[in-house]
Structure formats: structure tokens, C-alpha cells
């Protein structure tokens, strides 16, 4: 049995390939994964994948996510749209480790034109591998939501 919740994954034709071969790195790695799309390398449209990505990470019906597309930047625009989704490009594994300890990413974004594969495997490695730190971070998240209870962005600083 797997031993970790399932991830989602999803791409654009311009991330297939690299979806494909982080689909068998997870599962190699013992996650059981959802692959939202595309099961082709035909020419579709980012943000038909990233949406239903997206809003399964924002409900909380999945805890993470991984996208891919030519930059990361068409995915990570399009699933930061939602509440409670923290969509980080990475491009190296130590972007996306810092993505993980400070920003608490919720999705992983890859370039998938600017990485290669064995450095793919890495940078999500990395974000799976590494905790999120809490305590300031935890704050600053919290402003990024604007949370009421714990969000101080009116208050005046000394
Ligand atoms: C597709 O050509 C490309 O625009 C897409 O993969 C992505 O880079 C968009 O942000």
C-alpha cells in the first residue's frame, strides 16, 4: 500500500514528457498519484489542466500538486488564482526545497523547456523531502491569504 496521499499532476503538451517521467519517479517513490491530463503531447491549452488541478489543492480534497508547461509561468498563473495555493516555479532543487521550508508551496511548477530530466526528478524530490519551517513563515503565509486572525499587514510597524 501506498504510504503517502495521492498528488496530482497535470501539464500542457509542452510538459508531457516531463510529466510522464515524474509520474514513474512518484510512483517509483511510492506515492500514488492522479494524472489529471493530457495523455498526449498534442497541442492544448495550460490552463484547461491547471484549473481542475488547482481547485482540488484549494478545497483541501488534495494536499499537493505538480504541474508542468513550457516556463511554469502560464500553471503557476493560472493555479495561483486560487485561495489556499501556494503554486511554486522551481527550476532548481534548492528553489524548490526554499519553496517548500518558507512558502509552504502546495503545488510544484516546473519549466519543463528549461529542465531536464534527471534535474526534473530533482527539484521534486527536493519539495517532496523538505518541511515547511513554520513560525515567521507561518505569519507571512498567513498574509498572503489575508486571515484575519493572524493577519497584522494594517498594523503599524515599529
Ligand atoms: C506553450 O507553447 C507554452 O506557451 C506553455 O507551455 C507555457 O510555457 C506557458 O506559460
Same mark, same amino acid.
Given at each position: 500500500?501506498?504510504?503517502? %496521499? $495521492?498528488?496530482? +499532476?497535470?501539464?500542457?503538451?509542452?510538459?508531457?514528457?516531463?510529466?510522464?517521467? &515524474?509520474?514513474?519517479?512518484?510512483?517509483?517513490?511510492?506515492?500514488?498519484?492522479?494524472? &489529471?491530463? $493530457?495523455?498526449?503531447?498534442?497541442?492544448? =491549452?495550460?490552463?484547461?489542466?491547471?484549473?481542475?488541478?488547482?481547485?482540488?489543492?484549494?478545497?483541501?480534497?488534495?494536499? @499537493?500538486?505538480?504541474? *508542468?508547461?513550457? /516556463?511554469? !509561468?502560464?500553471?503557476?498563473?493560472?493555479?495561483? @488564482?486560487?485561495?489556499?495555493?501556494?503554486?511554486?516555479?522551481?527550476?532548481? $532543487?534548492? +528553489?524548490?526545497? &526554499?519553496?517548500? #521550508?518558507?512558502? =509552504?508551496?502546495?503545488? !510544484?511548477? *516546473? $519549466?519543463? @523547456?528549461?529542465?531536464?530530466? #534527471?534535474?526534473?526528478?530533482?527539484? !521534486?524530490?527536493?519539495? &517532496? =523531502? /523538505?518541511?515547511?519551517?513554520?513560525?515567521?513563515?507561518?505569519? @507571512? +503565509?498567513?498574509?498572503?491569504?489575508?486571515?484575519? /486572525? /493572524?493577519?497584522?499587514?494594517?498594523?503599524?510597524? %515599529?
Amino acid at each position: 500500500m501506498p504510504s503517502h %496521499p $495521492p498528488i496530482l +499532476i497535470a501539464s500542457d503538451h509542452a510538459g508531457f514528457e516531463l510529466k510522464e517521467a &515524474l509520474e514513474a519517479e512518484l510512483k517509483s517513490l511510492g506515492y500514488e498519484v492522479d494524472d &489529471l491530463g $493530457p495523455a498526449s503531447d498534442a497541442s492544448i =491549452d495550460y490552463a484547461d489542466f491547471a484549473h481542475p488541478l488547482a481547485a482540488r489543492v484549494s478545497s483541501g480534497e488534495a494536499e @499537493r500538486g505538480v504541474l *508542468l508547461c513550457g /516556463t511554469g !509561468l502560464g500553471m503557476s498563473y493560472t493555479a495561483n @488564482r486560487y485561495p489556499h495555493v501556494r503554486a511554486a516555479v522551481a527550476w532548481t $532543487p534548492e +528553489i524548490a526545497a &526554499l519553496a517548500r #521550508e518558507h512558502n =509552504d508551496a502546495n503545488v !510544484l511548477v *516546473l $519549466p519543463a @523547456r528549461f529542465v531536464g530530466t #534527471e534535474e526534473g526528478k530533482a527539484i !521534486l524530490k527536493a519539495w &517532496l =523531502d /523538505t518541511p515547511f519551517a513554520g513560525g515567521r513563515h507561518a505569519r @507571512r +503565509i498567513a498574509k498572503i491569504e489575508r486571515d484575519a /486572525t /493572524t493577519d497584522t499587514s494594517t498594523e503599524e510597524k %515599529p
